[in-house]
């Protein structure tokens, strides 16, 4: 018999999971559907970012969301939320895939290309 929390969670907490995993459906089709020049909108970043901590799913998804808020967030004006995003993208890139695999790498130079734009470094040259 399992003990992992998702098995042993009462019936309220599990409908409460299976409430969210519905509302990450649409937002991860969303997410896939993203282009390079066309990331979330911040509400949907945000409230994707939000499910899928909840529901602790640290993924690539996440970290991509993340990187998604973090741009709106520039566009909007608001540095340092897009700075506090950036580095949560950062932050779950490098623990969710270690610094030495490929994808790691590429995902990393990403939002540290994010990260530069945000900052207005990429705007200098």
Known sequence: HCKCEACSADTQA???????????????????ERTEHQGLKLQEAVK????????KLYTRELVT????????EEDAGEH?????????????????????????????????????KIHGFMDRF
């Open 80 to 116: 340092e939320e897009a700075l506090r995003w950036g580095q949560k993208a950062l932050e779950t890139a490098e623990s969710c895939m270690g610094t030495d695999s490929g994808d790691a790498k590429d995902l990393v130079s990403s939002i540290f290309q994010s990260l530069l």
């Open 48 to 55: 994707l970012v939000s499910l899928m901590e909840q529901e």
């Open 65 to 72: 969301a993340y990187n998604d808020a973090a741009i709106a």
């Open 14 to 32: 599990k409908e409460k999971t299976d409430k969210r995993r519905a509302a990450l459906k649409p937002l991860c089709k969303r997410l896939q």
